[in-house]
């Protein structure tokens, strides 16, 4: 969990210099996505490994694995970036945002 803490800290950062309470909420719905649906989601990889075999581990791992933890990791950084896009459309935000 701590390289998606970095990894959600250096992507958000890198995005201006404005916007930073989207930043600190997109840090802290990633953090709080992450225990939450860990914990749920491996109490439930090991109930159904207790009631079936342990033969499906390597699909159950790869069902409800790092695939989803892709998908939702992509889905909060899209609802940050369309926020951010709102900032710098603004008045305030147009003069800021400059492109290289």
């Known amino acids: 969990m701590g390289d998606v803490f970095v990894m959600t800290v250096m992507v958000t950062g890198i995005i201006g210099d404005r916007g930073v309470i989207y930043k600190l909420l997109t840090l802290l719905a990633i953090m709080l996505y992450s225990i939450v649906f860990g914990t749920v989601r491996y109490a439930i990889f090991i109930w159904l490994l207790y ?21 939702y990791l992509v889905m909060i950084y899209a609802v940050f970036v369309n926020r951010m896009i709102g900032v710098y459309d603004s008045r305030k935000g147009k003069g800021v945002w400059k492109w290289s």
């Open 51 to 71: 009631r079936f075999s342990v033969i499906y581990m390597a699909f159950f791992y790869f069902m409800i694995g790092p695939m989803f933890d892709f998908l």
